[in-house]
């Protein structure tokens, strides 16, 4: 069956850096686009960033461009988000998703604070 297991998150203190993991299986990876959101308290469910199937082809939000990178690895079956110039609005769950069919991860807790 589908799996997406995020990894990587945790307590940081603001312009700490971070690298997520969402490792993948049960489906051919390489073939799907990903995208990475997130779920801060009391919000709604943002977009952060995507990547495409062969990992040539990256979009971000504008809140987190330049700060974040997108990348995945084919051969691990593994999608990472690094994330750098930490802020304490980037505290949330973070989740990845595949983009079609859609299927989500549990989350990983990102917390941004002093």
């Known amino acids: 069956q589908v799996q997406l297991v995020e990894s990587g998150g945790g307590l940081v203190q603001p312009g700490g850096s971070l690298r997520l993991s969402c490792a993948a299986s049960g489906f051919t990876f390489r073939s799907y686009g990903m995208s990475w959101y997130r779920q801060a308290p009391g919000k709604e469910r943002e977009f952060v960033a995507f990547?495409?199937?062969?990992?040539?082809?990256?979009s971000y939000a504008d809140s987190v461009k330049g700060r974040f990178t997108i990348s995945r690895d084919n051969a691990k079956n593994t999608m990472y988000l690094q994330m750098s110039s930490l802020k304490s609005e980037d505290t949330a769950v973070y989740y990845c998703?595949?983009?079609?069919?859609?299927?989500w991860g549990q989350g990983t807790q990102v917390t941004v604070s002093s």
């Open positions: 998703r595949r983009v079609s069919p859609e299927y």
């Open positions: 990547i495409n199937y062969s990992g040539d082809r990256t």
